[in-house]
């Protein structure tokens, strides 16, 4: 049941007691009115993330992400400038919303890209398919850079300039989804939001380095050659910038490990062999798009929302604020960067925090924080806006930062953990990338044509807290997951002490739940188990085994069978 705490209590025999694992395959089911003794977690099983590995790991994904939003928040702050370059209608109103549409359309084909590489990932492995989407991405940020404009060969060049936009938004269909699956598989149970919040920093400063690659340009181009320097040639610049900046995370990603969840569930499957039909809904068989959908849309649905709530308030403050600055308020590139990246750099000291405090509080306790700050703050800030002045501007950006950073900072962790390993990345390619194509990539485009429409500067913060209270009903809904392992991964913690501390109290922890892990069963068990659900009472304790077993272990510390399964 959604929302739910999947454990209810513990026995000593048979283990955490729990609901059947959603799509857990025959450990789930029940049998007899009673459930089969639950496999026993091993100290070999628990994953223990060293230190520096962990740092390794985390940070080559960081500092690619940087790069993979640097373009994003390049072509947000050059979008008026873009406008002129690229399109030109007769129509300063619609040139803009043609150059925002360019923002958008890299949305649009997101899923693609999330539909493709996301399985991809869960096939071969998380790094490898986040090397290829770093480089890609790469690759076409440095392209724009060089593309002629709207007077070398006209309308041409604005359908290049979508085409980069087009790869740029496959790649990143599969950059996030991938980068956090990798991060949270890589993170300790109980720091998972600390330490996955520490990829959105990433995301946020690259917007703010992006941001100042502008404004450093703008600048310099304007001392030295003149007001017209940055149309004529300087916008050039922050793109080219992407050559040197996607070399360092190519490098980065080239020395990141595979995420211990991976290979763990990887040995499981091959232990196993290859799976039947009916077991396609089990949590540790690979799943295509289909089956993702079959098996998980409930968890789809939830992400989807929250994802929307969390992208369309981010976007609003990276990338279509400086539209809105400069639209209603007349600023310049350089003053719109200028304004915004304050506020860019306090989001990244907040992430954090938000993420610490979904590790303490819970992930569902700062959703619902995100969401009431969403609904009741947005249009303050945006009247604050209005008082024009320099400082009450940088005033409401820091306020509208506050969700962002709400919704921001428990994501990477609580979104990959609801779906099994063995589909996370899949699943997260689909629910992510059709909520940022659908709901985040198209605010600024969005919202620049309500004010069109109705002539209302006030109607973007309205469309902000309309997702921020879909956002709130979803969490609802959702089942908590801080401080608990991965559906369908082993526990990971941060050393063998710990390690060794929880397998000899799994019993009595209500965060444990063996029959969701990939825990590789016993052969002649499992045999026992299966015989057990076609022969009525076969291989099965009676109950009064069962009180003789409790019996003798009482009297000699000691069951008749003191493990289900071997640690893979």
């Known amino acids: ?66 790069m993979e939003w640097f373009d994003f928040g390049v072509y947000g702050y050059m979008a008026i400038m873009l406008s002129q370059l690229f399109f030109d209608t007769g129509s300063e109103s619609l040139d803009q919303i043609l150059s925002l549409l360019g923002f958008a359309v890299s949305f649009l084909v997101r899923p693609f890209g999330g539909l493709v590489l996301g399985p991809l990932g869960d096939k071969i492995g998380r790094q490898k398919v986040l090397f290829f989407t770093m480089a890609m991405m790469a690759l076409a940020t440095a392209l724009i850079g060089v593309l002629p404009t709207i007077s070398d060969i006209g309308v041409w060049a604005a359908f290049l300039l979508y085409a980069l936009k087009l790869v740029q938004g496959f790649s990143t269909g599969g950059e996030y989804a991938g980068a956090t699956t990798y991060v949270s598989e890589y993170a300790p149970d109980k720091k998972r939001g600390f330490y996955a919040s520490t990829l959105d920093v990433g995301s946020y400063f690259g917007f703010a380095l992006g941001a100042g690659a502008v404004a450093l340009t703008h600048l310099i181009t304007s001392a030295v050659w ?53 077991d396609a809904g089990s949590l540790h068989v690979r799943k295509g798009p289909v089956d993702i959908v079959r098996y998980h849309w409930r968890e789809l649905l939830i992400a989807i929302a929250i994802v929307a709530a969390t992208n369309a308030t981010g976007y609003a403050l990276t990338s279509y604020m400086p539209t809105y600055l400069g639209t209603q308020f007349g600023y310049n590139e350089m003053t719109s960067a200028a304004t915004t990246i304050p506020a860019l750099l306090i989001l990244c000291v907040m992430i954090p925090f938000a993420g610490r405090a979904s590790d303490r509080f819970g992930r569902r306790a700062v959703y619902f924080a995100g969401s009431a700050t969403s609904v009741v703050l947005m249009l303050p ?41 063995a589909a996370r990345y899949g699943a997260m390619g689909i629910a992510y990338n059709i909520s940022v194509s659908l709901f985040g990539g198209t605010t600024p485009v969005i919202s620049q044509t309500l004010i069109e429409w109705t002539g209302n500067s006030y109607m973007p913060a309205l469309w902000l807290m309309l997702f921020g209270l879909i956002a709130g009903i979803a969490v609802f809904f959702m089942s908590e997951s801080a401080k608990r392992p991965l559906l369908g991964s082993f526990p990971s913690v941060e050393s063998e002490e710990e390690a060794r501390d929880l397998v000899a109290h799994q019993d009595e922890n209500p965060l444990l739940n063996t029959s969701e892990m990939p825990i590789v069963v016993d052969p002649e068990m499992e045999a026992e188990i299966e015989a057990a659900m076609d022969v009525p009472g076969a291989g099965l304790p009676s109950d009064a085994d069962a009180q003789s077993e409790d019996e003798g272990r009482d009297g000699s510390g000691a069951s008749g069978t003191d493990r289900v399964g071997a640690g893979s």
């Open 1 to 66: 049941m959604p929302g739910a705490d999947p454990t209810v209590g513990a026995d000593p025999q048979f283990g955490p007691q729990s609901e059947p694992a959603r799509g857990s395959g025959r450990t789930g089911r029940k049998l007899l009115g009673r459930k089969p003794k639950q496999p026993r977690l091993e100290v070999d099983d628990v994953l223990v993330v060293k230190g520096s590995k962990m740092r390794t790991a985390i940070g080559g994904t960081v500092v690619g992400n940087v």
């Open 226 to 278: 003149g007001p017209d320097a940055m149309l004529a040639w300087g916008w050039r610049v922050p793109f080219l910038i992407a050559i040197p900046l996607g070399a360092i995370a190519i490098w980065f990603r080239a020395r990141i490990p595979e995420t211990p969840a991976f290979e763990a569930t990887e040995a499981e499957q091959q232990a196993e062999g290859a799976p039947s039909a009916e």
């Open 381 to 421: 800030a945006f009247w604050l806006m209005h008082q024009s002045s320099f400082l009450e501007i940088q005033v409401a950006m820091v306020i509208v930062a506050l969700p962002v950073a709400l919704f921001v900072g428990p994501s990477a962790a609580a979104l990959p953990a609801l779906f099994p390993t």
